[in-house]
């Protein structure tokens, strides 16, 4: 299965489904693009990205994997799992 497993991975429902696990600083805010950053993304599909402080600000999400269709013969076989962030 080649598919991204993340919910909302680009901020379209803001922080929706995302648990913020450190917020120092300015804290964790979502916008639109191009933004602050200043530069346009390389796919126009997005239009939304996760920004923070210059402090330490963690997120992350749990992915329940038999919820996702996975059989446990699939991850017995352990399947490759790539993870990018842009």
């Known amino acids: 299965m080649t598919r991204n497993l993340l919910k909302n991975p680009n901020g ?11 917020n120092g600083g300015s804290q964790w805010k979502v916008e639109d693009m191009p ?7 390389c796919n126009s599909v997005v239009t939304k990205y996760f920004a923070t ?3 330490l600000c963690l997120k992350r999400q749990v992915i329940d994997l038999f919820a996702e269709g ?3 013969a699939q991850l017995d076989a352990q ?7 842009w």
């Open 12 to 22: 379209e429902e803001e922080l929706e489904f995302w648990e913020l696990t450190e």
């Open 35 to 41: 933004g602050d950053c200043g530069y346009d993304f």
């Open 53 to 55: 402080s210059f402090e």
């Open 70 to 72: 996975f059989t446990a």
């Open 79 to 85: 399947p490759a799992v790539t993870v990018e962030d």
